[in-house]
């Protein structure tokens, strides 16, 4: 059955939505999609007649397990796409998400296959994001966010949870990417930065913030 991109895209908006909460308010998608309720009413309503969502006017909206498929499928296409934009098209990875937007909504599996055979079948996409499989599968690592590793201990960064340009900025201004060697030499109570040294680089100071959005694997 054909889904819009913009039915895709609610899909998707509900599928992250329930890691927080177990049924999602219609307000809540409003404001997330920015968009008025009256019209997350309307695709709702239309989503349940295709039996993607469980809808019940009050009491919020949940992912069938076709929904969450298909929801998967999206995220899988939009990684891949990411992951072929920055390491082949050499896009900085500040610039990426807007472009891969578009792209997840091309429906031919037969492509998307052989892009991620293309790829090397990749595990995450250039932010740290775990990229489904075919079956919607993907593996989980431990991690810790800069701020709860140990100290003077060098530990590696997997992934980013603040994927804002303005964060991804920084971090580049930073020289911290995917892989990069961090070691926390100080942590100040005063605010909670955290003076860290960054492979042979000067010893630096980044903000609590930042630490807090930056997981790492020890």
Known sequence: MYHTPSEENYIKCIFHLQHNIEKVSTNLLANTICTKPASVTDMLKKLQTKKLVNYEKYYGVKLTESGNRIALDVIRKHRLWECFLVNKLGFNWTKVHEVAEHLE???????????????????????????????GKFKTIRQSCLSDVPMRQYVSVSSIKNQSSQMLDLLSHYNITLGTKIKVIRRFEFDGSAEIKINKAPLTIVSDQVAKNVYCTI
């Open 105 to 135: 909504h091309i429906s031919n599996k037969e492509l998307i296959n052989r892009l991620d055979d293309f790829l090397g079948n990749p595990s995450v996409d250039p932010h740290g994001d775990p990229i489904p499989d075919q079956k």
